[in-house]
């Protein structure tokens, strides 16, 4: 509500209350116990071991999901070997493209479906899952689809063929997005493919496994099995597949690096990041404020390019600080259902306690601590939105990802320093520019190291556009024709 003050001035008035909208569970059918996806069939893995996948917002259980041994990995390797020599291998390009068309729209009719269960396995707020996730998901495959029967035209003059079985291992974050991105390039070249997705995010691949299921996929050329980080490394290591495709943490890349050095294995390795996002003082501040919230507390900064560190020209510092302290009053953290809901639940509670763990380095670090005074739910995983400022640059609040709604702010002059401020991290994915003159956007672009710069705009993808990183952050590229690359021998 906006009240008008004495000398005329617009005060905003934050208190305002939406009453509650909650997103219906209807559509969400969840099973109460899933199997691994091996050739097309949902099968017992022959470890007989199954875990359980919880919703972080409420820490009810939701179901539970079979956790593939070394065995369970090699029957799927083997599963997607056939269909890769048997019969996706040899299929026309344009008859596999109608298998991955086919996907999309599917994806497409049971985008609500998909949202609900995106939301309450992972915590994300149905407003994100619902209008960035899924329409995401859908985009790639069909996107993919498109470039299927025209790889000649997307490498001229060059000589392409598939590499063979893929083993594709994702994170939590985007869990389903994540899966988009591996399998849609990989079966547009005419790869088979293993999938892991992450231990606490499994239910909205096997939903997906339960499409390609119905899209009459050739079996094996598509499988998706469940299990935690040793199914990861049984598949990195397993002796018959040809690239892996990795999206995780720094340290698991590190180890996977390790374990095909030596071999003939392709891989790329989408790690983490400590995106800057930097106001120059010819910004449009408001424009400005609004894109460094969503940088960083989007998906409760659970994103591998959030803008988590934020750099202000000190000319207008004051103002900006007090511009996002108070949107940050404004944000609304709780149950991720309600279409009103800006910050969900942080993902698991080992992911809490982390960011926990750095809010307590940042007070004793000396550095000055400022919190949303918002109410959060008793139960569930939640943390206020967060900002630090008083942040040396050697701070490892400004160094290291803490992969959650934690803002550091600092200041600079020029352009020189906050070029060299932004750079010196051990990560390189993205970076933020928000300033009026386009010079300025183009003399950053090209110094700044990092794989996706935006400028006056933040967290926007697309799948023509390439993504990926520098330095720590990984190599290889996902996405538009540097992703199809990714998957053929050129
Ligand atoms: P993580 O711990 O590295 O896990 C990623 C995946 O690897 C999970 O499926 C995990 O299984 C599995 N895994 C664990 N140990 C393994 C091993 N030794 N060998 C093979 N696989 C193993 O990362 P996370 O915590 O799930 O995800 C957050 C990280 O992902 C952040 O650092 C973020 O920046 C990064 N990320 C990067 C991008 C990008 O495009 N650059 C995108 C999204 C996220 P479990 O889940 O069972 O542990
Ligand atoms: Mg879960």
């Not at 071991?49 to 999901?65: M, R």
């Not at 790690?271 to 996002?277: M, T, Y």
């Not at 010079?439 to 990092?450: P, V, Y």
Request: aromatic residues 10%; proline residues 5%; positive net charge.
């Amino acid at each position: 509500m906006a009240k008008t003050t004495k000398n005329n001035t617009i005060k905003l008035n934050f208190d305002t209350k939406y009453a509650p909208a909650p997103e219906s569970k209807a559509s969400a059918k969840i099973d109460a116990k899933y199997d691994l996806f091996i050739n097309g069939k949902f099968e017992k893995p022959s470890s007989k071991k199954y875990f359980d996948t919880i919703n972080p917002a409420t820490e009810e259980k939701l179901s539970e999901v079979a956790d593939a041994n070394a065995a369970d990995v090699d029957k799927a390797v083997k599963a997607a070997r056939t269909a890769y020599d048997k019969t996706w291998g040899k299929m026309p390009a344009k008859e596999r493209a109608k298998y991955i068309y086919r996907i999309a729209r599917m994806i497409q009719e049971r985008a609500r479906e998909f949202s609900v269960i995106e939301t309450l396995d992972g915590g994300k707020p149905i407003r994100e899952s619902r209008d960035v996730d899924v329409p995401l998901v859908a985009n790639h495959f069909f996107y993919y689809a498109g470039w299927a029967d025209k790889l000649e035209y997307a490498f001229p003059n060059k000589k392409i063929a598939p590499l063979g079985v893929a083993g594709q291992i994702i994170p939590w974050n985007f869990p389903l997005l994540m899966a988009a991105w591996k399998i849609a390039p990989a079966l547009a070249t005419g790869n088979t493919v293993v999938l892991k997705p992450a231990e606490t995010t499994p239910l909205t691949a096997l939903k997906l496994a339960e499409i390609i299921q119905e899209s009459d996929l050739p079996p094996g050329v598509v499988n998706i099995i469940t299990g935690a980080g040793a199914t990861g490394a049984a598949i990195v290591n397993h002796p018959d597949i040809n690239k892996i495709a990795f999206t995780g943490s720094t340290n698991v890349g590190k180890i996977i690096q390790k374990a095909v050095a030596g071999t003939d294995k392709k891989v790329t390795l989408e790690l983490g990041g400590k995106a800057a996002n930097i106001i120059f003082d010819d910004a449009p501040l408001d424009q400005a404020v609004e894109g460094i919230i969503n940088g960083i507390f989007f998906n409760q900064g659970h994103v591998c390019c959030a803008g988590s560190r934020l750099f202000v020209q000190e000319s207008v510092y004051d103002t900006v600080l007090r511009k996002l302290k108070d949107r940050l009053e404004s944000l609304i953290v709780g149950d991720p259902l309600d279409k009103n809901t800006d910050i969900g639940a942080i993902n698991s509670k080992e992911q809490m306690d982390n960011i926990v763990k750095y809010l307590k380095i940042g007070e004793k670090e000396g550095l000055d601590m400022y919190q949303s005074s918002c109410p959060i739910p008793k139960k569930g995983f939640f943390i206020r939105p967060t900002l630090f400022t008083n942040v040396a640059q050697s701070s490892r609040l400004a160094q290291e990802e803490i992969f959650g709604p934690v803002l550091t702010i600092q200041t600079f002059r020029t352009d020189d320093e906050v070029i060299e401020k932004a750079n010196n991290t051990p990560f390189g994915l993205s970076a933020g520019v928000w300033t009026d003159k386009g010079s300025k956007i183009f003399n950053l672009t090209t110094k700044l190291r990092a794989g996706v710069i935006w400028a006056n705009t933040y967290n926007k993808f697309d799948p023509t556009s390439p993504f990926g990183g520098y330095k720590e952050s990984g190599y290889g590229r996902e996405g538009g024709l540097h992703g199809l690359g990714a998957y053929l021998n050129l």
